[in-house]
Nanobody
Framework: QVQLEESGGGLVQAGGSLRLSCTTS????????MGWFRQAPGKEREFVAG????????DYIDSVKGRFTMSRDNAKNTVSLQMNSLKPEDTAVYYC?????????????WGQGTQVTVSS
């Protein structure tokens, strides 16, 4: 079981950018498919982006394609989510997940989350 820590959230105006990072305080993520999920108030947690353990491919939900980019650096045990052209509907708590399945957590490990707020 890995322990994940997210950082990089904050308040930004619509059209702005943020970069979220996720690293481990315990364990390694180098062999794990990683994901970012988000949960807006009153809504269920949803998959946003995922990347294979070797970084060979990434997957995004339609609403963030072309705006968000997920990357990883296995040597540093870190994954990132670059978020550009942010919209108010992107406002949510963003969670890093280790060991995801096909757009689902399953038995994954979660971070504590980081708040992203986009003002209009």
């Amino acid at each position: 079981q890995v322990q994940l820590e997210e950082s990089g959230g904050g308040l930004v105006q619509a059209g702005g950018s943020l970069r979220l990072s996720c690293t481990t305080s315990k364990g390694t993520i180098s062999s794990k498919n990683m994901g970012w999920f988000r949960q807006a108030p009153g809504k269920e947690r949803e998959f946003v982006a995922g990347i294979r353990w070797n970084g060979a491919s990434a997957d995004y939900i339609d609403s963030v394609k072309g705006r968000f980019t997920m990357s990883r650096d296995n040597a540093k045990n870190t994954v990132s989510l670059q978020m550009n052209s942010l919209k108010p509907e992107d406002t949510a708590v963003y969670y890093c997940a280790a060991g995801i399945g096909q757009r689902v957590c399953g038995f994954c490990s979660w971070g504590q989350g980081t708040q992203v707020t986009v003002s209009s």
